[in-house]
């Protein structure tokens, strides 16, 4: 379940940041790499991972039958990630910026 969460959170990176970069007018050609299959392959890649965490519940039910054990070890891992996450977000108050507001300047290390 946690390399789909992962897995979600770089899709919806990838495609915010490819939203911003537009909404800020910047060029491609700025960009090093650009990925083919933009926005398609992002969009893809979150209904897919949303898809397999949903469909978690399925491996539960055997012969009509529910096997909640196996359902909470599922999904054990999602609500501490929305715990972790939102407790992050509460903590350090932050929000979701614009897209306009990104700051899409690279860092020099």
């Known amino acids: 379940m946690s390399g789909f969460i ?46 397999v965490i949903g469909g978690q519940f399925v491996g539960g039910i055997e ?12 999904y054990f891992g999602l609500p501490l990630f929305l715990a972790i996450w939102l407790g992050h977000k509460w903590k350090h108050k932050t929000k979701l910026l614009k897209l306009e507001e990104c700051d899409l300047t690279p860092r020099q290390e």
């Open 6 to 51: 992962v897995w979600l959170g770089i899709a919806v990176s990838h495609y915010r940041f490819r939203r911003a970069w537009k909404a800020q007018s910047r060029s491609l050609d700025e960009l090093p790499y650009r990925a083919k299959w933009y926005p398609f392959g992002p969009v893809l890649a979150m209904i897919l991972c949303i898809a």
């Open 63 to 74: 012969d009509g039958k529910v096997d909640w054990a196996f359902i909470a070890a599922s």
